[in-house]
């Protein structure tokens, strides 16, 4: 993977990281991620395995945010 690719992408995941982002805030930083790789791979960036890799990346860290919005709507009630 190109190395620009490689550092844009985590950036963009720290984003996606951060403890309680907002809804609008996750969904662009998911956005932005998903295009950096669609992108990537479409112009050589990264092979079909990396994007591969980082597809999968990208969909843990929107499990783990649909947990932690579950957790925090339950230990609310």
Do not use: N
Request: charged residues 20%; contains cysteine.
């Amino acid at each position: 993977m190109h190395s620009d690719l490689r550092y844009a992408l985590d950036t963009a995941y720290q984003q996606l990281r951060q403890l309680e982002p907002s809804p609008a805030d996750f969904a662009s930083s998911y956005a932005l991620c998903l295009g950096m790789i669609m992108g990537g791979r479409t112009c050589g960036g990264m092979s079909k395995d990396e994007a591969a890799v980082e597809r999968a990346h990208l969909s843990m860290l929107a499990a783990l945010y649909e947990i932690r919005l579950v957790v925090r709507s339950e230990s609310g009630r």
